[in-house]
Each structure stands twice: as structure tokens, then as C-alpha cells.
């Protein structure tokens, strides 16, 4: 794997990845990568629509100032 894929991975992962992801291509490098990417990306999505949902439970008036001190 080269170093260029490996810093993309590493970025991915918050963390090195394991040693036996050394031995990856870089196709397969990239290909985990876009996949952590999307799989972090569905999962916020999915995230922010529930949190929406909750916020309905929340009367009208309290809402916006309710999600401004929540994720200020």
C-alpha cells in the first residue's frame, strides 16, 4: 500500500490502521477507505434524522432555541 493510501486510511480510521492492512493493494486500500467514508456518512445521516424526529416530540416554541444549545 502506498504511503499516500495509507495517510487516506489512516485519516478514515482515526487511528493506524492494523498491520495486516499492509498488505493491501492500493485499489483495495482505497476501496476500504470509500467504504469507511460512506458507511460514517450513512450513519450521521441517519443520526440527524433522528434527531429531528425526537425534536418533534419537543413543543414548537422550544424547538429552535432546543437544538441551538444542543449542537452549538
Given at each position: 500500500m502506498?504511503?499516500?493510501?495509507?495517510?487516506?486510511?489512516?485519516?478514515?480510521?482515526?487511528?493506524?490502521?492494523?498491520?495486516?492492512?499492509?498488505?493491501?493493494?492500493?485499489?483495495?486500500?482505497?476501496?476500504?477507505?470509500?467504504?469507511l467514508?460512506?458507511?460514517?456518512?450513512?450513519?450521521?445521516?441517519?443520526?440527524?434524522?433522528?434527531?429531528?424526529?425526537?425534536?418533534?416530540?419537543?413543543?414548537?416554541?422550544?424547538?429552535?432555541?432546543?437544538?441551538?444549545?444542543?449542537?452549538r
Open positions: 502506498s504511503a499516500e493510501e495509507l495517510a487516506l486510511l489512516r485519516a478514515e480510521l482515526g487511528a493506524p490502521p492494523p498491520e495486516s492492512f499492509g498488505s493491501l493493494d492500493d485499489t483495495r486500500a482505497r476501496t476500504l477507505t470509500l467504504a467514508r460512506r458507511a460514517r456518512e450513512r450513519r450521521a445521516s441517519g443520526l440527524n434524522e433522528a434527531v429531528e424526529d425526537a425534536l418533534t416530540l419537543v413543543p414548537a416554541l422550544t424547538r429552535e432555541p432546543l437544538r441551538r444549545m444542543l449542537f
